[in-house]
């Protein structure tokens, strides 16, 4: 049972009973219990009374005792303080004056010390002109070293400004003596006579201006080697160059270092200015304007560069001086570096200028020419993505974009030479022929053409793809030295970004292909038309033949006429000639195929897959497509005249039956409305009306 819960703030009886009983069935026993403890209660409270009752006189003794101590300590500490207050009382004169003491003996020293600095300024004044005039170097620098000792001194004499400039006269003065020496010293690398000279110009604050000499003298000789070595090709002088440079700094890195505290700032500082005077820029520009292969002399000229900074940056210890030599080192080839995409472009203007894509005697020679001009392009593009991740990661796009231009005049130089190809081909109406060769010879040479452009444009994809691989594969190389200059960044943001989401998934030619479609698809034109010229030229003027209006009586005999069975043998000499470009594997003529857009000719639809059989039906539906327009220009059918028509229809059908390419509507509806009685031509279903109406005007009588 729980009698703690007596002395909860918060207790309640109702709920401690009802607690109690479900532990203790019989409530007898629990107000016995609670009785029992109620008197134990009490027993401890009456000893505790006791206790406490026991113990009050001797707590009463402590207290008073505790009293009497507190009253003793407060009348002593009252005695203490009245002591202090009479000791600050009686010293307060006698320590006033003590001060006031001080403060003058004070005085008196500082006016004594001024007083003997003032006295030693005018001895040093007087000794300083003789020392001058026995040259006593080191003697003139301690005088000096003394006189701005004592003039320190002197700040508030209203004659310092005068000082000032005395000292400082006499500064320029010892400056002036000691310049030739310093200059000779340092053509000849005296150590000693450096070391005494640095810590004379040292001692009148003028360090700077000795280093001034230090630059100057080695700047004026380095400048005079560079003018010995002009007269020749930059390419040749530079490494020279270069090459003394990197030898003046080892040098003097080894001389300076007895010499001058801060000796590797000051030799860094030496090569930049060598650097700078030279105005290496006039030279690399003039060399860069004049070299027939800018990109090839531009990657010579960096490389002989970079070798140099490598060199002359190495075991440099702060990065501080390695970004100046290195700023001041790439300074004049950063405007050719951030043109890179422009040096490409010019190099390959050059190549587009210099191919030789004309028109020749024969077609099998202009073709032949073409192909030997585009396997040239392709080479030529080829250098230049190496040479960029050669000479700098960082203008890659430039170059793409480069190449795309040089593609783009390419293929206007293709287009111009096929536009040339029709005329002397004659395919157009109203032109004439001006090649004098064999008509299946023309026709070869038109396939060659169309295969040669399938050939490119299978070498730019494989070219795109080499190109990514070697992008992705390739390390930066020396350009870890240019990573650090800031001029990258005055290149446009397309170049970081391709070179960052560069993948193998990455069509880096895209636009490249797809301009090759342009001349793909004037190629196959050229074919198609090649032979449509001589279906053209067979079915001329036969809408006048005089069969058409034979009359009943005639001898007449229903067999094809020699323009449909000249056309029909024609047609099947196609695939002859077409077997020596499919007999094997073609992919160069496969991929232009694919890449034509038969939807362009009559009868064939967008989703016509290129290939030979598209190429023959293509033909055929365009003979058809022409034959149509014969047909419906005849002007009159006599009976015989229809029966001759259909012969023909159904012989052409024939043929095209032979080369398993489907009939043309038209054809079939011609053919339909030919054998049909004239007076149920109206009736037939299925017929455009326009041609029903026209079949229908030709079969009727006069």
């Not at 026991?54 to 009497?68: A, C, F, K, Q, W």
């Not at 080697?225 to 990197?246: A, D, H, I």
Request: with cysteine; hydrophobic share 40%.
């Amino acid at each position: 049972m729980d009698y703690s819960k007596f002395c909860d703030d918060d207790f309640d009886l109702n709920c401690w009973l009802n607690n109690a009983l479900e532990v203790e069935q019989n409530p007898n026993t629990l107000v016995m219990k609670l009785q029992l403890m109620m008197q134990e209660v009490n027993s401890n409270l009456e000893e505790s009374s006791m206790a406490l009752l026991s113990d009050i006189p001797r707590v009463v003794t402590e207290l008073h005792g505790l009293n009497n101590e507190a009253v003793l300590l407060k009348n002593q500490m009252t005695l203490i303080r009245n002591d202090i207050n009479k000791v600050q009382q009686d010293t307060a004169e006698s320590m006033s004056c003590v001060v006031e003491l001080d403060r003058v003996k004070s005085r008196m020293i500082s006016t004594e010390r001024r007083l003997k600095q003032a006295d030693k300024w005018c001895i040093l004044n007087d000794q300083i002109d003789t020392l001058f005039e026995e040259q006593d170097v080191d003697a003139i620098s301690n005088k000096l070293d003394e006189m701005r000792d004592a003039l320190s001194a002197l700040v508030n004499l209203p004659d310092y400004e005068t000082r000032c400039d005395r000292l400082s006269n006499l500064s320029n003065r010892l400056e002036a003596m000691l310049s030739p020496r310093l200059i000779a010293a340092f053509n000849s690398d005296s150590t000693e006579e450096a070391i005494l000279y640095y810590r004379v110009f040292n001692g009148m604050n003028r360090r700077n201006e000795m280093y001034n000499y230090y630059y100057r003298t080695h700047r004026t000789a380095f400048h005079k080697y560079f003018l010995s070595l002009r007269g020749g090709s930059l390419e040749e002088w530079l490494p020279k160059l270069y090459q003394r440079l990197t030898e003046l700094k080892h040098d003097q890195m080894s001389w300076t270092g007895g010499v001058f505290e801060d000796h590797t700032t000051v030799v860094i500082s030496l090569i930049s200015q060598c650097l700078e005077g030279l105005d290496l820029l006039a030279d690399i520009n003039s060399h860069m304007s004049d070299a027939s292969k800018p990109v090839h002399t531009l990657r010579t000229l960096l490389n002989v560069t970079t070798r140099f900074a490598k060199s002359i940056t190495k075991d440099l210890p702060g990065s501080e001086g390695r970004e100046q030599l290195l700023r001041v080192t790439f300074a004049p080839l950063s405007k050719h570096l951030l043109s890179f995409g422009d040096k490409v472009k010019s190099s390959l203007l050059r190549d587009i200028h210099s191919l030789p894509m004309r028109l020749r005697k024969t077609s099998s020679e202009c073709v032949s020419e073409l192909h030997a001009s585009t396997k040239m392009v392709v080479d030529h593009v080829s250098e230049y993505i190496p040479l960029c991740l050669e000479c700098t990661r960082y203008a890659l796009s430039d170059t793409v974009s480069a190449i795309e231009f040089y593609f783009d005049l390419l293929v206007e130089k293709i287009c111009t030479l096929i536009k040339d190809l029709r005329a002397a081909f004659g395919v157009d109406p109203g032109t004439t022929q001006r090649l004098q060769e064999d008509h299946w010879v023309g026709f070869q040479s038109c396939f060659n053409l169309l295969q040669v452009l399938g050939e490119c444009y299978l070498n730019i994809q494989q070219l795109e793809t080499q190109t990514v691989n070697t992008i992705l594969t390739s390390t930066p190389g020396d350009n870890d030295v240019l990573s650090s200059l800031q001029f990258w960044s005055e290149l446009s943001p397309d170049n970081a970004s391709l070179l960052s989401s560069l993948s193998s998934e990455t069509e880096l030619f895209k636009k490249c292909r797809a301009m090759f479609s342009r001349p793909i698809n004037l190629a196959n034109k050229l074919c198609v038309d090649f032979v449509m010229c001589s279906v053209r030229t067979t079915v001329h003027g036969v809408h006048l033949n005089k069969e058409w209006q034979s009359e009943e009586g005639a001898v007449f005999t229903p067999s094809p006429l020699s323009y449909i069975t000249q056309l029909g043998d024609y047609l099947l000499l196609l695939p002859q000639q077409l077997e020596p470009f499919f007999a094997e594997e073609n992919t160069p003529l496969d991929t232009a195929l694919k890449q034509v857009d038969f939807s362009q000719f009559p009868g064939m639809t967008d989703d016509v897959e290129g290939d030979a059989f598209a190429w023959l039906t293509c033909i055929c539906q365009s003979t058809m497509f022409s034959l149509v327009e014969v047909i419906l220009r005849i002007p009159s059918l006599t009976g015989p005249g229809c029966k001759q028509l259909c012969s023909d229809v159904s012989y052409i059908s024939n043929v095209m039956g032979a080369l398993e390419i489907p009939l043309s509507r038209d054809i079939t509806d011609i053919s339909r409305l030919l054998n049909t009685p004239v007076e149920g031509v109206e009736g037939v279903e299925g017929v455009p009306k326009y041609l029903k109406g026209k079949i229908a005007a030709m079969r009727r009588p006069n």
